[in-house]
């Protein structure tokens, strides 16, 4: 263990120390969970950052008294460690010692220590302070923690670099109206759509580039889909053949991502109950064809897919292909986003792809123009002035390799990976269009 | 390698690799970073992501004319690995074929393939999308992606969590005008000015978190230390015994930090001439201390350090401590921020520190309140009304451990480790008064 000025640093509660000392005293502070008293001994249930630990409270073994110990206290405690197959995590702590570190003499107004919270989602996010502690509630944190680390660690392993770009821009990526304006000094200012601009620039010099960061949408709806502040993971990468180069490296990451986390957040994915797909090959539908797939009732937009085609061509591609992922490519090249290149066989559509997952869009992405005046011709087309996007020419006027990459919206991912009704679930602080707190 | 659909995933070249296939053909794609042409035969100086390759082309080995490839170029290029000194990376490639990828048709307006780029900071800002081709400024940031993977793993394997928080807030954390007003809807919103209040939070329930996230700072400073926008390293524990074992945790992070930039970033570290510190014990001066040591004719401010003190404490704890680095600490307890923890022994003074670095604060940190009471007197004792931050004193009122943490401007620590004279060269589009764009 590291000394630092003389002293060790103080560590946090390692289960795996604690099973690999059975017969031993340890120490560990917690937070207590759940008191339950019995006939002449009590469980104390404290509750660690990862773990619920419990221990048994006895006079006969104890030095102190637990009076005064109670639910949303904090103690330090010394235990004789049994394993016990009954107990959470197959542990148990005989209590020696037991210290109030703090009891902050509030009753929690929520059910804290119940398997779920049981109230309603506007309770929840009201109290977030408080539902967080509860160990269903905040195993989503732990496990998006887990998609965020796998994620990363698959790109630093293919030779991303990770990069850092600003949030307020002169200019949104995406265009249109949902975006947040802001006053900066004397100027005009956004909060950026995507890092867009600066990942393509980027590729310039570092070839493939990476970030997670938080993306703007200034979007009115109140679905369950949508937040205001999301975290994107993005990359993009260059000298792709073409966009199925960047659907591949993201298989491969879905791939990756889905054994790190059976590895690594086990014990989250039970307590959430967290359904893990298999990656294998994801199959592949033109817009063109998927909307004729849809077509008879349901179609009603040309250029987009609606939230219910998202679930016409999941289920589709379950029934047809055994996977409950789908990739849509080939969008009409009439449609934003303007860096989308056209497809040089079939000009009508863009080498842009969503990838969709048990009914969701959880990634759009595709191989952007690198040609300098091929993006000012389609700039022109879209109805665009290439003056008002000069700085982000200066990337294409002294070059860009042919590229493509996308952008994943965390919590989408996360919601559907746990199975959760509402993408404010898996948000820690959501921010929709009513709720600035806390 | 993973196979997708079928298909190889597509590879950045990798100098280990091609260092182990020496007499072999290899292939890659890169930017063309400077031709030589000499008698009979050229040397092509490719640029990949990461690596200054040197490849000599001749008619006889060639297949291909290299007549139009030129700086800025994109070219795909096979040849035969030598081990060569001399060369960059000590690795020559024999031509075997170059194909043009994509010709841009424009010369940079900067000498992208000097060692140094030679213009004004002005001038590389301005022409950012060009500036980090260079390969020294573009070392910055392969750098910095170090300084945070090593940040982020030392957190992982203490058991801190990383989260991700709002930068959309209805109160900023450190109050005061520094803050960057937003229309959010009908509702009057802000930019974060550091993620404490939900860190704290957080506490409650991880135990141990941290969060690598942009912090925004409407400050009308234009000096070389100050940036608008700025990437926030933070960590905050529960359950510490005092300030102390927070600055323990720096001081380990830091000397990690060091070790792992050393093991994997050397390349840069040559190129940049970054000085690594040694990070052995850290010496603590109180502030009282601190503007004695300064006094008769510097020490101006009573309530915090001013720039040129800085300079002076880190000059005196180098020539006292043989040491680069100085804690600060028990800072005026009537000064912000509110969170603070007044020393029990000297309620004068909090229980607060900043870690120097170099003639330059790179942190600040401390013991924060966890009582709901004490939290509720301090904001008084400031002037500050306690119904302004009912949400983030639920957090108390329900309980939170003894806990402390700090914050570590990454730009800051990256300017201090490379010598860079401005803060503005380590960040990858920054932000200031006047800059918007790129």
Redesign the interface.
């Known amino acids: 263990m ?1 000394k ?2 003389g ?1 060790d ?4 509660f ?1 289960l795996e120390d604690a099973l690999e000392n059975e017969g031993r005293e340890i120490s560990l ?3 207590v969970h759940k008191v339950k008293k019995m006939g002449g001994f009590a469980f104390v249930i404290l509750r ?3 773990y619920l630990i419990q221990t048994v409270y006895s006079p006969d073994d104890c030095a102190d008294s637990i009076d005064g110990i109670k639910e ?3 103690a ?1 405690v010394t235990g004789i460690v049994k394993k016990d197959e009954r107990a959470y995590n197959g542990i148990e702590l005989t209590l020696k010692t037991i210290k109030l ?6 009753d ?2 929520l059910h804290v220590s119940a398997r779920k919270l049981g109230c309603s989602l506007d309770v929840n996010l009201d ?4 539902s ?2 509860n160990p269903a509630e ?1 195993a989503i ?2 496990f ?2 887990g998609v ?2 796998a994620f990363r660690e698959f790109m ?1 392993k ?2 991303f ?10 200019q949104g990526a995406e265009g249109g109206a949902n975006i ?6 004397e ?1 005009e ?1 956004f ?1 950026n759509q995507s890092p867009q601009f ?1 990942k393509q ?2 590729v ?5 580039v990476f970030e997670i ?2 993306v ?1 949408r ?1 979007e ?1 709806h109140s679905t369950s889909r949508h937040l ?2 999301y ?1 994107g993971l993005d990359f993009e ?5 073409d966009m ?2 960047v659907m ?2 993201e ?2 990451m879905l ?1 990756y991502m889905m054994s790190y986390l059976k590895e690594n957040y086990a014990r989250e994915i039970a307590v959430l109950g967290a359904d893990i797909p298999e990656v294998t ?2 199959p592949c539908i033109r817009f063109e064809d998927a909307v004729t797939l849809i077509k008879g009732s349901k179609a009603k937009n040309k250029f987009d897919l609606e939230p219910e085609d998202e679930v016409f061509l999941c289920n589709w591609a379950k029934e047809n292909h055994g996977t409950e992922f789908i990739f849509v490519t080939h969008f009409p090249s009439s449609k934003p986003p303007f860096y989308a290149m056209n497809d040089k066989d079939d000009p009508r559509t863009a080498c842009k792809f969503d990838l969709l997952f048990r009914g969701l869009e959880i990634t759009t992405g595709g191989q952007r123009i ?3 005046n091929e993006q000012i011709e389609k700039m022109k087309a879209q109805g665009l002035d290439p003056d008002d996007f000069r ?2 020419l ?9 590229h493509g990459g996308l952008g994943i919206g ?1 919590e989408r991912l996360v919601m559907k990976l746990i199975g959760a009704d509402n993408v404010r679930r898996t948000s ?4 929709d ?1 009513n709720r ?3």
Chains 1, 2 share one sequence.
């Not at 200066?394 to 042919?402: A, T, V, W």
């Open positions: 590291d630092i000025n002293k640093l103080i560590k946090e390692s502070s917690a937070c660690t950052g990862r949303g206290c904090f330090a570190l703090h009891n902050p003499g509030n929690y107004p109290n977030r302070s408080v967080l502690r905040k944190f732990k998006q923690e965020v680390s630093l293919n030779d670099t990770e990069i850092h770009t600003p949030k307020i821009v002169a947040f304006r802001l006053e900066y000094f100027q200012a909060l600066y620039a980027a310039a010099f570092f070839d493939r960061a938080p703007y200034a009115k205001n502040e975290i990468m260059g000298f792709i053949n199925y180069d591949n490296m298989t491969a791939r090959e994801i690198h040609d300098y700085s982000y200066e990337s294409h006027k002294y070059g860009l390799p042919p965390l820690m602080f959501p921010r269009l600035l707190l806390p």
